[in-house]
């Protein structure tokens, strides 16, 4: 019969995945379930976007590219990072893949050993620890408290910190907490990492044009310049231009480690895609003004949710600054039953409840390994969220 590698014994199914399978089944059976599990923006690519990857289609542009990136997509990735965070990366300290996924992955499968260590504070986005896992490395997973932001804290970095330790792991705004890091959360950290020269710092940016109330995005990379040659820094045209499905993501990093990184990806993909490439270069040359559009139009979804989330009895949630998640307290409604009598003892147990009373679909906190919480996505259109948010309530109050 199959058997699986070793290397994925322990890699599962993820269960945001499997939420969303049992939620589209319920859809198929009738039932009028809304899933707030996306992590996609719920906005179109821009047509601007659009028109320059028909352009590349039209032009030939159809063959395979540079290892990793055409020298257009590198320009303009460089251009980005230069404008928008002042880091200064030249053209071969820059990677494209074919997503920000790609190049963790990248990244991880060239630098892991066997009992590597990688430091990440959760709650995390959990393809983390999974790829870590899959390149032979050891996740260390460091819960950070809700009253701190959710935030990693200097003491409990320093403390995590082993001849071992290979990567820290920062991410911000993050997946699923929303939670930022400002220039003074930042430098705590930094101070620490200074210290301990064998350790390398990814950064994953994914977020940075998802922020709100003038909160002011930064990233390592240019605010420690003594720890740039030892960082990486993430990010990708997935979110912010809503283009999930192009499939672009990049970094600037050293010189070194961008060379082992497209060693795996000209073993894994060649290159990636040439049109998406094309499309991500007119998404980051293009005009940026629409970004606050969308954002405003995020704000107020969260501002909504928030408020609705702490007017349930039993819930709490703490307003993030960033990203299109909200990550609240359900630790209120434990040890309480449901109508059917059953007890409610985890977060997981409330968020099965939610999917088979109320018929929302949310992720439990312990798929992002923090409980008792859960996320919620809010990129879904506002009618939709009011009357998910309305059955929340209405299902909490049947608690006893
Ligand atoms: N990083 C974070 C924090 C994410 O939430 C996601 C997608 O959900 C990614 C990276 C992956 O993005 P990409 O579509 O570029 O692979």
Not at 160 to 183: C, D, M, Q
Not at 237 to 254: D, E, F, L, N
């Amino acid at each position: 019969g199959f058997r699986p590698a070793s290397r994925i014994a322990s890699v599962g199914v993820s269960k945001i995945l499997q939420i969303g399978a049992r939620a589209a089944a319920m859809k198929r059976e009738g039932l009028p379930v809304i899933i707030l599990g996306a992590g996609e923006p719920d906005f179109d690519t821009p047509d601007n976007v659009k028109q320059a990857a028909k352009a590349a289609i039209d032009r030939g542009d159809t063959k395979y590219t540079g290892l990793d990136g055409t020298p257009e997509l590198k320009k303009a990735v460089a251009e980005k990072f230069r404008r928008e965070n002042g880091v200064d990366y030249a053209l071969d300290e820059v990677t494209v893949a074919t997503g920000a996924k790609q190049i963790l992955f990248n990244a991880f499968m060239a630098t892991i050993d066997a009992g590597d260590e990688v430091i990440i504070p959760t709650p995390y986005w959990t393809s983390y620890s999974d790829i870590v896992e899959i390149c032979g490395g050891v996740p260390v997973l460091i819960p950070c408290d809700e009253e701190n932001g959710f935030r990693l804290r200097a003491d409990q970095l320093e403390q995590a910190i082993t001849a071992k330790t290979r990567w820290v792991l920062l991410n911000s705004p993050s997946n699923p907490s929303g939670a930022a890091y400002s220039e003074a959360d930042y430098r705590p950290l930094l101070d620490v990492l200074l210290k301990h020269r064998h350790v390398w710092l990814m950064v994953d940016d994914m977020y940075e044009h998802i922020v709100y109330d003038g909160f002011r995005f930064v990233t390592p990379a240019a605010l420690e310049p003594r720890l740039k040659d030892r960082t990486l820094t993430i990010n990708g045209v997935s979110k912010a231009y809503a283009m999930t499905g192009w499939r672009i993501g990049y970094a600037g990093g050293p010189k070194t480690l961008i060379k082992a990184m497209a060693v795996i990806q000209s073993q894994a993909t060649s290159c990636p895609s040439s049109i998406g490439q094309a499309a991500a270069v007119e998404a980051l040359n293009g005009p940026q003004d629409f970004l606050t559009g969308r954002q405003e139009s995020f704000r107020k979804r969260r501002d909504m949710v928030v408020a609705r989330l702490n007017a349930i009895d039993g819930l709490t949630c703490r307003t993030p600054e960033g990203a299109f998640y909200t990550f609240a307290s359900c630790a209120g409604v434990l040890g309480k039953r449901t109508p059917a009598g059953k007890a409610i003892e985890t977060d997981a147990d409330f968020t099965d409840y939610l999917l088979e009373q109320a018929h929302v679909a949310v992720v439990p906190g312990s798929a992002f390994g923090l409980s008792p919480y859960f996320r919620i996505s809010y990129a879904t259109g506002e009618q939709e969220l009011i009357t998910a948010l309305q059955r929340i309530a209405e299902a909490c109050a049947k608690l006893t």
